[in-house]
């Protein structure tokens, strides 16, 4: 189970959890006193002290938004509150009536420096009315920074699907009490700005799914060789660049012995072993701890004879790129040890075909479907990467670096994440491990980087996590 902050709730576990607070005696009104005052305290860092204004709706998100202003005129803020519409909840209300600031009618000429949003949170499945869209959209075109309280107005929480065409973006979203799958979903997330959580004391929610998270790493221990620490052995094929890239990866990533098995691609370099022989004998090595398979493999028959060779090896894998195309449930039948697929949109699409899925649902469910009919972890990769185990776990990462767009940087994540699976990590582990590992290499690799220097940041990201 993971740890409170790093929990994924929908909008029904949500209520859950809060329901359990309540059933232990903290009263709706004080959760949303908990929720307005933390959350005050980052609205009160963004305006530096100039004037906010506050748009509110009628539900408990609004009521957040009267404890926010009471809390920022406290403080001596130039802050005003527009309502969209009257509270309608007994904690809305009572956090109206004991505001004593300034209050606009909608068609007020109100500007500043922060809107924040507390029109409608977590559990909206429905379009934002006319009305209450064109009040939005002006106000946020009339204020400098805007911050959404929750979720931005408009956002289905599970599915990170705008409910509304033209919403605005925001700088800074604060979840509130938990995150939220639409907080790390596209299309959704990419208008949400920074995202910090704002804690009210929820408890870890048995089932949740969880953030993938910065992992704990340690150094070898001290009468440690390179068996010992992991040898992953990547297969190349008819395009040995990519494979060439997933092992340099892997080599930062942990794995104290790296292979390449098939032709030597040029640019080879001398701490990395080639081996040419048949691959069903250079896999006859017992101490290869995993494999990984699909980078620059093709498509032929050669690909699919040396993909079958992989699968006829009962040892942990990663399946990436041209793999995944010819992939199917046949070839899986007789593998029983751990697998980990890689696949961006397009492949998504494709193994849902092989393994007669309908695709039905969004990202998150269509992974999680995927992981139970093929018994392998997914990692749905993108700008809103996900991992789905074949038990019901979730995992949702962070954005990335929009630099990540670029070819090669999925050959660099399927050999981040094998080398943690040579290395003994459990293969969901594993998946987290290398998933953060990549977005963080890509980080410290800044602006326009190829995916031989994303590669050569996995070392340092690695580095970065031992403790």
């Given at each position: 189970m993971p740890a409170a902050r790093d929990q994924v709730l929908t909008a029904a576990q949500m209520r859950a959890a809060e329901q359990v607070l309540i059933a232990g005696g903290i009263s709706?009104?004080?959760?949303m006193q908990r929720a307005g005052h933390g959350a005050a305290e980052w609205v009160w860092r963004v305006s530096g002290g100039r004037s906010v204004t506050v748009l509110t709706g009628p539900g408990n998100n609004g009521g957040d938004g009267w404890v926010i202003a009471e809390a920022l005129r406290q403080r001596g803020v130039d802050v005003a509150v527009i309502p969209a519409a009257e509270p309608a909840t007994d904690a809305a209300r009572d956090a109206r009536a004991r505001y004593g600031g300034i209050v606009l009618s909608p068609d007020a000429d109100r500007d500043g420096e922060v809107l924040v949003d507390c029109l409608f949170g977590t559990g909206l499945t429905r379009a934002l009315g006319g009305d209450h869209l064109a009040l939005l959209n002006r106000l946020a075109a009339s204020h400098h920074k805007r911050i959404a309280i929750d979720l931005p107005s408009g956002v289905e929480s599970d599915l990170g699907q705008p409910l509304n065409p033209g919403l605005?973006?925001?700088?800074?979203?604060?979840?509130?009490?938990?995150?939220?799958?639409g907080h790390f979903l596209m299309p959704a997330a990419a208008q949400m700005g920074v995202?910090?959580?704002?804690?009210?004391g929820i408890e870890p929610y048995p089932g949740a799914a969880q953030v993938v998270t910065r992992p704990q790493l340690s150094a070898p221990a001290v009468d440690a060789h390179k068996y010992t620490r992991g040898l992953l052995g990547v297969v190349?094929?008819?395009m040995p660049g990519a494979a060439l890239l997933s092992a340099k990866a892997a080599q930062g990533a942990g794995a104290g012995y790296v292979k390449l098995f098939g032709a030597a691609p040029a640019g080879v370099p001398a701490d990395l072993v080639v081996e040419s022989e048949p691959l069903a004998e250079a896999l006859s090595d017992h101490r290869i701890g995993a494999l990984l398979v699909g980078p620059g493999l093709g498509r032929g028959g050669d690909a699919l004879e040396r993909l079958n060779v992989v699968l006829s090896e009962q040892r942990p894998a990663v399946l990436d790129a041209d793999a995944l195309v010819l992939l199917g449930p046949r070839?899986?039948?007789?593998h029983k040890a751990a697998l980990i697929a890689t696949p961006h949109d397009g492949e998504l699409f494709a193994l849902e075909r092989a393994f007669d899925l309908d695709g039905a649902g969004g990202k998150a469910e269509r992974a999680l479907a995927l992981a139970a009919a093929s018994g392998m972890i997914v990692v749905a990769k993108g700008p809103d990467s996900l991992i789905a185990a074949p038990d019901g776990r979730l995992a949702y990462a962070a954005r990335g670096s929009s630099w990540l767009s670029?070819?090669?940087?999925?050959?660099?994540l399927a050999g981040t994440i094998a080398s943690g699976l040579a290395c003994g990590e459990e293969a969901f582990v594993a998946a987290c491990q290398g998933?953060?590992?990549?977005?963080?290499?890509?980080?410290?690799?800044?602006?326009?980087f190829s995916a031989a220097e994303l590669a050569a940041q996995v070392r340092h990201a690695f580095a970065a996590c031992i403790g």
């Open positions: 709706v009104i004080e959760l605005p973006g925001y700088n800074l979203t604060l979840a509130l009490g938990a995150w939220k799958p995202l910090r959580l704002v804690d009210i190349a094929g008819a070839l899986l039948a007789d670029t070819a090669g940087t999925g050959d660099v998933l953060w590992l990549h977005s963080e290499a890509a980080r410290l690799a800044g602006a326009a």
